[in-house]
């Protein structure tokens, strides 16, 4: 009786082992609240257009995701949900990551964890230099502002002020701007930088002005934030004024655009995603993420890194078979190629860091009357400006 009993709780005990095998975490950090909600609402509808087109089973594997919040840019509190992540719910995969700062603290842990991280928006050069356990399938600014620099040029505009939030991929833009833009000729008149929480706008409008410049660059990260300058821009008259407008894509992200409406109407950006973008693959993923995101009006690009993040995970999971070894997963991608809703992507080996084409686009009426991001122009498979200029 005694054995019987012994073994039947071997048994037990062996199967729930066996069956935790099969099944793969991926734990995924975003804003899920608070004022960038949208933001994170945005990586789960990409994840989940994902799973709802190729399912949760990657041979005997099921994956399983485990969603951490972060509201707003927090490198500790990004440092313990990692660390809890991986020692309770043992999350073979990290990913998500909208603040470079949330990603930026991780990075120290993913070695002896075992773990590669997935980038999913965080988009400052240098976080992939922090471990080679990371992989970024969204942009850098450095990616994304160096050639609107030749398109303001083309107009005719020499002078420029540059105005970004004073942190990692605000300071990337700028540099990355001035870089291009020096090169080719222009003037940076002035360079500002904000802290990550300025709401009131109107004194930097006022400097703008001031400047002389005959048009700003401007970088913060999507949401309230790009929500509040793009208004204040509008508001303060400066287009009136001919200061023309010139910024990474991130400033007319497509769930501000009915609040913005006129306002933003022909602003010019550049950025590797237009929810617009003419594609077989893209017209599938819009639909999904539609569907899993609830109210269409709010989707916006970090919808598509999450997308992709998934196939990369995908990859992943499929060269190791399920088992943990973060260093043959981040080997099995390096290289990989596939078709993104965005166009054609690759993972450069080298950088870890997604190619992929920048499009020129400007912010155009539909006949709906709705406002959306039309694509004008592309520079075909840009790598990251941004590691090479460190
Ligand atoms: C970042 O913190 O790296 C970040 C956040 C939002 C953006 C771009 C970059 O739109």
Known sequence: MRKFA??????????????????????????????????????????????AEHGNKIGDNTVEIVYRDVPQADPAQSKALAQELVVKEKVQYLAGFYFTPDAMAVTPLLKQANVPMVV????????????????????????????????????????????VSDYGPGVDAENAFKAAFTKAGGEVVQAIRMPLSTNDFSPIMQRVKDSGAQGVFAFLPSGPTTLGFMKAYADNGLGKAGVRLFAPGDL???????ALGEAAAGALTTFHYALSHDS?????????????????????????????????????????GGRQDAEKAVEAVKGLSWESPRGPVSIDPESRHITQNIYLREVARAEDGSYYNKEIRTFEKQGDPGLAAQ
């Open 6 to 51: 012994i073994a039947a709780a071997a048994a037990i005990a062996f199967g729930a082992t066996a069956a935790e095998a099969d099944v793969v975490k991926v734990g995924v950090i975003g804003p899920f609240s608070g004022p960038f909600a949208i933001q994170g609402k945005n990586f789960k509808a990409g994840i989940d257009a994902y799973i």
């Open 120 to 163: 999913m928006n965080a988009a400052t050069s240098s976080i992939v230099a922090k471990s080679p356990y990371v992989v970024r399938v969204s942009f850098t600014t450095w990616q994304t502002s160096t050639p609107i620099a030749q398109v303001a040029l083309d107009l005719g505009v020499k002078k420029v002020i540059t105005v």
């Open 252 to 258: 007319t992200q497509e769930s501000d655009l009915p």
């Open 280 to 320: 077989d693959e893209n017209r599938r993923f819009v639909e999904n993420a539609r569907k899993a995101i609830g109210n269409p009006a709010e989707l916006s690009f970090p919808s598509v890194g999450a997308y992709d993040g998934m196939h990369v995970i995908y990859r992943m999971i499929e060269a190791t």
